[in-house]
DNA sequence: AATTTAGTTCATAAAATTATGAACTAGCGA
DNA sequence: TCGCTAGTTCATAATTTTATGAACTAAATT
């Protein structure tokens, strides 16, 4: 019983783009082929085995990979009754929502840069002035970006 | 001869902290110490060795951090006339500049989201506007992010 | 010329991450 | 009750990443 997924050559350079693209946010190899694979294979709805055979990983694998994804939200799944089955698919809605989480890690540097300055002997040196500096504009990414989205959301209607 | 730099309890606890945080950034580990020292140190200007024994690690293992940090523009060093060490300082500047490149990376997806579309088989699906939405997104805060970051030079003026 | 200083390089070791496969579980249907 | 399906779990293996230490270089000093 061959395997009724297989995927084009085109389709596996997008597997391998989109997973090296996730790992390099930081995503463990094998979740960021399945975020790949969900992408761009023919169906948006995939079983468990569909992953495992058409990536060629262990089961293991892909019950980490997926339980991984469920976690952080970005898959999801549906059953149909009558059929034990699960059907993974992708949760782009919470895209949005998770690139302004990675962005606001990023900006939250600002409440340590704060504690540094804290904790440095005031010399008032110009070093400082230009750590201040950096504070001010991330507090101001902070302060802007949730406004940036809700310009962008006004725009779409 | 014992080293006068040594950190108070704080001060570790801040490199510490600095240094997970550039890890998760996906920053080596003793890279990511060293921009914590950079950060918390009495002085705003080390000397490799100064590095190497206040953080405790190999020679190599400095040597391959300050390099990388180099690099990768987060650091910079100056020297003085008759002394032949380098004194390595924080690009603390250049931040701004990071940032903005990461944010950049994340929505570089957009291109490759453009790349996947157009390999799927039109089914016209309602995956396929979620995903047209999302690089529409993404489009857009590729497009005013350099904005915001004017609008935040201006208000500094 | 010999030594010291300020590093670099590289083979190897240690540690951390990721993947495997075999054994297991729990529900369903016959 | 037996077997099958749809996974999970865990000890172990493979891979990757990171750090070490010893040997080296090249410039400055004595």
Request: charged residues 30%.
């Amino acid at each position: 019983m061959g395997n009724t997924l297989a995927l084009t050559e085109r389709q596996k350079e997008l597997v391998e783009k989109i997973g090296i693209f996730h790992e390099q946010s930081g995503m463990q190899p094998a979740a960021a082929r399945v975020m790949g694979l969900l992408f761009v294979a023919d169906k948006r709805e995939l079983t468990f085995d569909d992953i495992t055979e058409v990536l060629g990983i262990s089961k293991s694998a892909t019950s980490n990979a997926i339980n991984l994804l469920i976690q952080t939200d970005l898959i999801d799944y549906t059953t149909f009754s009558g059929d034990r089955k699960r059907y993974f698919r992708l949760k782009i809605t919470n895209w949005r929502e998770g690139l302004a989480r990675k962005i606001n890690h990023m900006t939250s540097m600002n409440t340590l840069f704060r504690e540094v300055l804290e904790a440095r002997k005031e010399t008032g040196a110009a070093e400082d002035e230009k750590l201040e500096e950096l504070i001010d504009f991330l507090n101001y990414v902070n302060q802007e970006l949730p406004k940036m989205v809700e310009r962008w959301e006004a725009r779409r209607r």
